[in-house]
């Protein structure tokens, strides 16, 4: 009796690539999740026709290294290019292009919340389980900053367009300096602009940039340096706002006096007396079981 011959739905691309594609942008893995977050800000998926097109990720050739390792840890076949032009911010830009034209990779991508053409306003975080320090680390390295102000202050910041991003940027790092931000986009140009400085900076860079992770080497070189501010003698540390509650205003209204209010809640009379003004000009809303 002749050999059977294995069918097509027994054939895998694993096969005809000669690697292992399982685990690959398995979000748990730091290194995937980081990756992931920086193609979701600074990644581009394009369609072609019938099932063609191409994930690519262009930068400045000096951060060509992350490039090689976004090859490195895709088992897919993918290129790295580089080109001089101009722009209208530099007149010689030199800059290094990685391409990933493969279907299957690209299908998983927009499955995990990489969509096909613009995506600023419409990238958010991954659903599940993610390495999430790691995945943030990928989206500040691609939309936001690590250093010095001009004044010399330590400081992290988050420029994007979506709104899911920033609210995320705002909870993770909250949760691990303390620090509560508003989100708020910038009535010149519509983005949010998140901006950590002095110790929080610190803690938030210390946190992200933990020792041998994927990363910018120079943005992993700048955050190792806000370890070394000290906050001059004399400088005044400035409380976090304290936000008020449902329950608060709830007070506020049922007292309908500042002084009294103030000793309730340990608060000061001005910010009761602001706070009843704001709930009663109809600047903030009266809580709804009122």
């Not at 011959?5 to 690959?24: C, H, M, N, R």
């Not at 580089?82 to 990685?98: D, G, K, L, V, Y």
């Not at 995506?119 to 500040?140: C, H, M, N, T, W």
């Not at 988050?158 to 989100?183: D, H, N, P, V």
Request: hydrophobic fraction near 35%; include cysteine.
């Amino acid at each position: 009796m002749a050999e059977r011959e294995p069918s097509a739905q027994q054939f895998t691309l694993d096969d005809a690539l000669g690697v292992d594609t399982t685990g690959f942008m398995n979000l748990k893995d730091p290194d995937y999740a980081y990756m992931f977050g920086f193609l979701q800000a600074d990644g581009h998926l394009a369609k072609g026709t019938g099932q063609k097109g191409r994930l690519t990720a262009e930068i400045n050739a000096r951060d060509i290294d992350i490039l090689r390792e976004f090859q490195r840890l895709t088992p897919y076949n993918s290129s790295i290019t580089e080109r001089t032009r101009s722009t209208n911010f530099a007149a010689t830009h030199h800059s290094a292009t990685w391409t990933l034209c493969s279907l299957e990779a690209r299908t998983l991508l927009t499955n995990l919340g990489l969509p096909y053409g613009r995506k600023s306003k419409e990238i958010a975080p991954p659903r599940g389980q993610f390495a999430q320090r790691d995945y943030l680390r990928g989206v500040i390295d691609a939309d936001g900053s690590v250093g010095y102000t001009g004044q010399g202050y330590p400081f992290v910041s988050l420029t994007t367009q979506s709104t899911a991003i920033g609210a995320y940027m705002c909870f993770y790092a909250g949760k691990i300096t303390g620090a509560e931000r508003t989100l708020k986009r910038n009535a010149r140009d519509g983005i949010y602009n998140i901006l950590y400085t002095k110790e929080n900076a610190q803690e938030l860079a210390a946190h992200l940039y933990y020792k041998d992770c994927l990363s910018l080497e120079r943005k992993q070189v700048a955050a190792d340096s806000l370890s070394t501010w000290i906050r001059p003698a004399g400088m005044r540390i400035a409380p976090d706002r304290r936000r008020w509650s449902g329950w608060e205003d709830r007070v506020l209204l049922r007292l309908n006096d500042d002084a009294a209010s103030a000793k309730e809640l340990g608060r000061t009379e001005k910010s009761c007396y602001i706070r009843l003004w704001r709930l009663r000009t109809g600047k903030v809303p009266i809580p709804a079981d009122h």
